[in-house]
Each structure stands twice: as structure tokens, then as C-alpha cells.
């Protein structure tokens, strides 16, 4: 069942649960010793917690919750761990580990998960799951967290036009680089795109797809070539492949160039810094996976946990922007704050699907995305 939850006071009564062990675990799953407090197992893909990305933003949630930071990871080992996979055939049997290990919450860090999580659950109906990034799953025992990508976005997308216009750039590119295509990477591209089109209605733009989390190097070529060309501003929504989008601006602004990149999930801002005190990310959209994480361990932890989808947006401080590089005006900040608030009014609609942005006036039909 949908459930749309604002979570503006999800991370309320956080700290160490100690003693409580809510979910049913497995005949003779054993814990650290010494310890018999809650625990979580995280899994990733191949690039791992530090991706400094959307696997780094569930990591976080996780040391939050236990008090710990990313250089003092004291409670690692005994209440949380995490497991990272090379390869996606390895996600199967990560999870019946985890499961086997007897896990008070086993959490997957993104859509690519999502049937070795069906498959195993159903096994395993006493075992809490969580997964991030998808709604298909659709299992008592499995709780998922999806987020409004599309409305942040939107924002960022809308954050660069408006610098653009600033600059006084003739006809101006944008940019998309995504990872794998599908439902969640097309939420990313969607709400960018009309982001510009609402300051800019007739903007070129175009996107190019790594099909891949893991491939810098692929991201850094197409960036190159796009800068080349006249594309003023990149956003990436790829995992540790938009590392390249990033490392290519950063050389090109050390250049003289204006061009700039645009983040994703966590602020990388620090990612883009080519001197001192300069940034080559203009802006990141920020996608909360903390707070959905949170959620998930409170769950277990108030004995409150259950099956059902719950979606992070503006409303409920799931998704943002950032405002650190001084390249940002007051002014610019002024219009995108204006556009958040009608984006929550209700105000401004913004389509999450491939499908239904085609439909807009304007919205061009020859990009890449896919709705599955």
C-alpha cells in the first residue's frame, strides 16, 4: 500500500538502541560479542560508501542513528556493518548473508536490488528488509523508500538557467549523464529539464546514458566533448560515474572556462573545489537517503516496522538543492526559493515520468530516458 509520509520529525528520538531487538531473526543467528544491541547490515553495488554519493548519504544514516561518525566508527563490527558487491550476481547471495546472519534490518542501497530482495524475502517472510530507490517490491516484510527526485531536480535545473541568463550566455546548452536508465534515473533528467525550460523554454538540451554506476572515465569523455560543443552546465545523476563530469569542469574552470557541474544526492560541493576557495559544482541535489533511512531503524527499533512505501519530497525535506558556492546570487536563491514554495503550494506540477513530460509544451522528444 502507498503511503506518502511527511517525515519533517523522523529523526526525533534517535540514539543507540542498546537492548532492543524487534525483528524475528533467524534460528541461531548469533551477534558480535559482547553486543546485544540492534543491528544492520547496508549493501551496496560496486562502488561502495564512497562513491561520496547516494551509497555515502545511507552510510551516513546509519552511523547517525548509532552515534558514530564517518572517522570514529566505533559500534562497526558489532551493530552495523556493510557489504559491498563487485558484481550484480553477487547481490543474491549478499542478501542470504545478511539473512543468514540474522540481521535485525538488512537495508539495499538502490533500485538495482530489487529482485534479489523479492526473491530472498519471499523466503524469508520473518526477516525485515529495507530498500531504497524502488516501490515494486510490494511484500509485507519489505519496506521501501522512494524519493520525489523530479521536484528537486526541478530546482537544480531551474538554478542553472537562471545562471546562465546571469552570465549572459547566448542560447545555452544543458546537459544530462546518467547511470543505468530507468523509472528512478528518469525522475532525475525529467524535473532537470523542465527546471530549465521553465527559465529558459527553449534551451537545447541533451543526455547521454554510462549505463553504468562504476565508469568515470566514460562521464568524463561525453563531458568533455558537451563543453567542447557549447553545454554550459552537466548535471549528472550516475553514481561514481558522474565523479568524471565533475573531474572534467574542475579542469576546465582551472582553464578559464565557464562551465560548471551540478551534483547529486550528497552535497559535492568539496568534490568540485579547483582551488582554495572555488567550487566547479554549482549546485548538488541533495536527496535525503538519511532521512529514509532513519525511518527504516526507528521502525525496527519502536517495534513499528512493516511493509509499505513511503516517498521523501519538498514537503517532507526529502530532496533539496544547495546554496555553498558563492557563485550563486541572492537573487538566484530568491527566484528558486520562490519555485520550491509553489512546488509545495501545489502551485507548480512536475511530471515524474517520461510519459507524461512528453506531453509538455516545449519538452523535447528525442532524450534518452526510460519509464522502466
Known amino acids: 500500500m502507498m503511503k506518502k509520509v511527511l517525515l519533517l520529525a523522523v529523526c526525533t528520538g534517535l ?3 542498546a537492548t532492543i531487538s524487534c525483528a524475528k531473526k533467524q534460528e541461531g543467528a548469533a551477534k558480535a560479542p559482547g553486543y546485544s544491541g540492534m543491528t544492520v547490515r547496508l549493501l551496496t553495488d560496486a562502488t561502495g560508501i564512497d562513491d561520496k554519493s547516494f551509497n555515502a548519504a545511507s552510510w551516513r544514516g546509519i552511523l547517525e542513528f548509532y552515534g558514530d561518525t ?4 566505533k559500534l562497526r563490527g558489532q551493530a552495523y556493518d556493510v557489504v559491498t558487491a563487485q558484481t550484480q550476481d553477487m547481490y ?3 542478501v542470504r548473508q545478511a539473512t543468514d546472519e540474522g540481521y535485525d534490518l538488512i537495508v539495499a542501497s ?3 536490488f530489487v529482485n534479489a530482495i523479492r526473491e530472498v524475502a519471499l523466503e524469508y517472510p520473518n526477516q525485515n528488509y529495507m530498500i531504497i530507490d524502488i516501490n515494486e517490491v510490494n511484500l509485507p516484510n519489505v519496506l521501501e523508500v ?7 531536480s526541478y530546482l537544480v535545473g531551474a538554478i542553472a538557467a537562471h545562471k546562465a541568463l546571469a552570465d549572459g550566455i547566448a542560447n545555452p546548452k544543458f546537459g544530462f549523464i546518467g547511470g543505468v536508465p530507468g523509472v528512478v534515473i528518469t525522475k532525475f533528467e525529467v524535473g ?3 527546471g530549465v525550460l521553465s527559465v529558459i523554454p527553449d534551451a537545447e538540451i541533451v543526455d547521454y546514458y554510462v549505463n553504468n554506476w562504476g565508469d568515470p572515465a566514460s562521464a568524463k569523455t561525453q563531458a568533455k566533448t558537451w563543453y567542447d560543443s557549447g553545454v554550459y552546465a552537466i548535471y549528472s545523476a550516475a553514481g561514481g560515474s558522474g565523479n568524471g ?3 572534467q569542469v574542475k579542469e576546465y574552470r582551472l582553464q578559464g572556462k565557464n562551465v560548471w557541474a551540478i551534483g547529486v544526492d550528497s552535497d559535492q560541493h568539496d568534490e568540485g573545489l579547483y582551488n582554495a576557495t572555488e567550487s566547479a559544482v554549482l549546485t548538488s541535489m541533495i536527496k535525503f537517503v538519511e532521512t529514509g533511512m532513519l525511518y527504516g531503524l526507528n521502525a525496527i527499533k519502536n517495534s513499528s516496522f512493516r511493509g509499505e512505501v513511503i516517498t521523501l519530497d519538498l514537503r517532507a525535506n526529502g530532496v533539496g538543492y544547495t546554496t555553498r558556492n558563492s557563485a550563486l546570487t541572492q537573487d538566484i ?4 526559493e520562490e519555485t520550491k514554495r509553489r512546488i509545495i503550494a501545489g502551485e507548480v506540477q512536475v511530471a515524474a515520468s517520461h510519459e507524461q513530460a512528453k506531453l509538455l509544451p516545449g519538452f523535447p522528444q528525442n532524450l534518452s530516458a526510460k519509464d522502466n
Open 92 to 94: 543474491v547471495p549478499n
Open 333 to 336: 536563491k530568491d527566484k528558486v
Open 245 to 247: 563530469t565533475i573531474a
Open 110 to 112: 538502490g533500485f538495482t
Open 70 to 73: 564517518w572517522n570514529s566508527t
Open 15 to 17: 540514539g543507540m538502541a
Open 146 to 152: 522512494i524519493f520525489a527526485e523530479h521536484e528537486g
Open 192 to 194: 532537470f529539464v523542465q
